[in-house]
C-alpha cells in the first residue's frame, strides 16, 4: 500500500475547514503570523505553503519577511507585539534563524497558547506528560497518516531513526502514547540494521538521501519517511531508498507527496485549535 498524503491531506483539510466554517459563524476568524528571517529559499517555499494553506481553509494569515540583518531585539519586539493581537492565534517563525540571532530565545518568547509548531518548553512538556495543547506538526502529521491508512501501532515495536527537538524525539513520544513499544535510533546507535530489521514500523527522520535500504526493513513491515533532501540529481527525495523499500514493506509513504503535506495540514489544525482554546 503507498500512504498517500495528499489524499489523506485533503480529508483532513476538509474536517478543518468544518471547524473554521463554525467559528465564523461565531465571528472568529483564526489567525496565523508567520515570520521569515533572511531568504533561504527553502524557507520561503515552505512560508508560500502555510499561507496557501491559510488562504484555502478561509484563515487569516500574515506575513513578516524580515531581513537577514534583523537585530533580535526587532524579533522579541514583534512577537511581543503578535503576542498581544487579538486577532492573533498562531504564531510561527519560520527555523533555521540566521546564525546572529538565538533560536532558543525566540522560540520562549513566543506565549505558548499561541505556539503552533509546539516549540516552547511549556509544550514540550506538556507533549511528554500527554496532556496535548498542539501537537508537533510533523509527527502528528505522521499518526494521522497511520491513523486513517487504519495501521494498527498498540503493542507494535517503532523504530524512530533520528532524535531531533522537531521531529524524531517528539515522534517517539506521539508512538508511546499510541501504546507503541519505542526505539529512538540516531547517529551513534550501533547495530542500526539489526534494531531496524526488528521493526514493525520504522519512522525515517535522517536527514539523509536512500539511507533506509531494503536489507533493513523486515518483510511487511510499515515505512514513514519524514526526509526532505536532494539526490545528486537534485531531485527532491526522501530519506528511504523508495523504489527498493517498497518491495518488502506492506505500506510505505513516497517523497513528495508522503508526509509533507501532511505537516502543513496539522499546523492548521493546531490555529484552529488555538483560536478555540483561546475563547474558551
Ligand atoms: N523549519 C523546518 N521545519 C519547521 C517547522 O515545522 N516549523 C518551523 N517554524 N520551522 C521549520
Redesign the pocket.
Known sequence: MIIDGKAISAATRGDIKAQVDELKKQGVTPGLAVIIVGDDP??RV?VNNKKKACAELGMLSEEYALPADTTEEALLTLIDTLNGREDIDGI?????LPRHLDEKRVINAISAEKDV?A?HPVNVGKIMIGDYSFL???PAGVMELIRRSNIDVAGKHCVVIGRSN?VGKPMAMLMLHANATVTICHSRTQNLKEICRTADIIVAAVGKAYFVTADMVKEGAVVIDVGMNRNAEGKLCGDVDYDEVSKVASAITPVPGGVGPM?ITM?MQNTVTAAKQRRK
Open positions: 527553502a524557507s515552505y510561527l517563525c519560520q527555523l533555521p509548531d516549540f508537533p506538526c510533523t522537531i505537516t499546523l
